[in-house]
């Protein structure tokens, strides 16, 4: 079975930078939409980053623009979140998400069949 875990969360300062990883350590995907989105407390699931599987292309939420970007790791099993200049509302749990779909950007959190557990993320300031 395809089991996604997520790493490199932390507690950072605002304007800090962090990078998160999401490995599949279980069945292998080919060429996989891979997703990442975040949780703060009270609020829904939202997205922040996505890779479209068949091309390696990506699409970042308007609120992490410019300062997040999702990448493919050298490994194929693995994607990173490096993430910049955060602030405090970055504050969140952020979950990669993964599907057997390639072929487009998957922006909502049904997409997605496969979850990791979660990694914390808190910027003070």
């Known amino acids: 079975q395809v089991r996604l875990v997520e790493s490199g969360g932390g507690l950072v300062q605002a304007g800090d930078s962090l990078t998160l990883s999401c490995t599949n350590i279980?069945?292998?995907?080919?060429?996989?939409?891979v997703g990442w989105f975040r949780q703060a407390p009270g609020k829904d699931r939202e997205f922040v980053a996505c890779i479209r599987g068949n091309d390696g292309n990506t699409k970042h939420a308007d609120s992490v623009k410019g300062r997040f970007t999702i990448s493919r790791g050298n490994a194929e099993n693995t994607v990173h979140l490096r993430m910049d200049h955060l602030r405090d509302e970055d504050t969140a749990v952020y979950y990669c998400a993964a599907t057997e779909s390639g072929r487009d950007y998957y922006t909502r959190a049904s997409a997605y069949a496969y979850w990791g557990q979660g990694t914390q993320v808190t910027v003070s300031s």
């Open positions: 279980g069945r292998a995907l080919n060429r996989p939409g």
